[in-house]
């Protein structure tokens, strides 16, 4: 069982800059993959950013590409997603996945982006 907690969240304007963080509590963290989603009131929860279990393979979604970067630092259990220019419509809310053998994910932060 890995428990993940989002932190990190919150009320930002167009243009402004967070950083997103998630802990996990997995033994061995680097036998995840690492990813985040996002969720916005009345949509599906959509693919954001990717990064392998040692970091060393990245994807992000077309929508956030240039501004958003996933990083990791393995040895402190942990996953970032920095977010730069941020728009209104990054407005959502930001889950955690792992994903190994089995998927887990965390319960979610949100990021609110106002004009």
Do not use: H
């Not at 428990?3 to 997103?20: C, I, K, T, W």
């Not at 942990?78 to 959502?92: F, G, I, W």
């Amino acid at each position: 069982q890995v428990q993940l907690v989002e932190s990190g969240g919150g009320l930002g304007q167009a243009g402004d800059s967070l950083r997103l963080s998630c802990a996990a509590s997995a033994r061995t963290f680097t036998n995840y993959a690492m990813a985040w989603f996002r969720q916005a009131p009345g949509k599906e929860r959509e693919f954001v950013a990717d990064i392998s279990s040692r970091g060393g393979r990245i994807v992000y979604a077309d929508s956030v590409k240039g501004r958003f970067t996933i990083s990791r630092d393995n040895p402190k259990n942990t996953v970032y997603l920095q977010m730069n220019s941020l728009k209104p419509e990054d407005t959502a809310v930001y889950y955690c996945r792992a994903r190994s053998v089995y998927t887990y994910w965390g319960q979610g932060t949100q990021v609110t982006v106002s004009s």
